[in-house]
Each structure stands twice: as C-alpha cells, then as structure tokens.
C-alpha cells in the first residue's frame, strides 16, 4: 500500500519508529514531515512530498505537537491542503498517548498508541494498512469491533484492543500501568479498564 506518514518535525522519534513498523508489514512508505512557518501556519513543510494522487492512505501522527501547530487550522478551515489526499486516498489518525483528535478528525476510525512513542508494536502497524486499505486482512483485535468503534489502542504484547473485552467500553477507558509482583519478582505490563476494573497482565 501506497502511503504517506506526515507528522510535525518534533516527532521525528515516533514517526521514524511508526515508519519502521509500516515498513515491517509491508507499506511502501514516503515520509511527510511538517515545521510550523513563521506566521505560525501548518502550511510550510521541512520536505518536499509526491503529489497526495499518488497515496492511497494518509497516516498523520497525532500528538501535543500536532494539536499546537494543526489544531487551530483543522478546526478553522479542515484539513491543512494536500494533507488528505484525493480520490480513494483514506486518512488515518495515529494518537499519541491520549492527546485527544480534533472534532475534524473525531468520526474517523484511528489507532491510538496508548503506551506512547517508543513501542511501536507491528500488530498496530497492521491495523494502520488495514484501516487505510480495508482489502488488507484485519490483525486480531480484543474486545467487540463495531461499526461505532473508532479508537483502536495498541498495548504492546497485551495486544490490539477496540473495547473492553468484560464491559465494551471504548478502548479509550483502557490504561497502561506497570507494576512489580514482589512475591514471584516479576515486572508486570498491565491494562486496567477505568469503567469495570478489568485487568490483564504480561512480564515486561
């Protein structure tokens, strides 16, 4: 799949990460990165990028850098020019930690790295294509997708979750901890969901 990642030049760290798990599962992949101008528009980019004709999936990495520099102008006017692509080009919001999507964007399904910039997990890679390109088969995803699921959260070895597999609340209640079970001496990955207390757990 044909596939450009813009992101804002301060997350040049988890977008070449993003862009090598993309890579890893097969996007053909062209890096899209964004400076603020001087008269603080989105508009003036760090890089040339091919003609948005040419992509069939737009993936913008959403951060507290992006929703300083883009959120005034996607609120304001839509998306900045040639950021989505034309034709049957799809866009795919990747969220940063919980750094919430702008009401533009906010009716688009979207991956959500819940345990932020440095745990690029290929599984959520994946679903990044698949979203964009619905012919690519779907990873395996915990809890039940629906047509009203929009937030897919990526917890590393714990895995793709779109709801809470005991109560069905959004993935978006669904937190990252870490703990140490001092009993067996094992560091512990956990997701806790905030609506019904459910947990799951993995050795770090």
Known sequence: MRTRLSYQQQDERPASSLAAALRRVGADLVLDAWTTGSDDSPASRSMACPSADTDDAVVLLWSAAAGTAWGEALTESGLP???????EARLVPVRLYDTPLPPSLGSLRHVRFARGADRMADAAAAMIVHIGST?????????????????????????LFAACP????????????????????????????????????CDI
């Not at 690519?136 to 990526?154: F, K, M, W, Y």
């Not at 069905?168 to 019904?196: F, K, N, Q």
């Open 135 to 159: 012919a690519v088969p779907a990873p395996t995803v915990r809890g039940n997708v629906s047509e009203s699921v929009l937030s897919i959260s990526d917890f590393g070895r714990l895995g």
């Open 166 to 201: 005991r109560c069905g609340v959004s993935s978006d209640r669904l937190r990252p901890y870490v703990t140490v079970d001092h009993l067996s001496d094992r560091a512990l990955d956990l997701v806790i969901c905030g609506a019904c207390g459910w947990q799951d757990a």
């Open 81 to 87: 020019s040639g950021l989505t692509g034309t034709g």
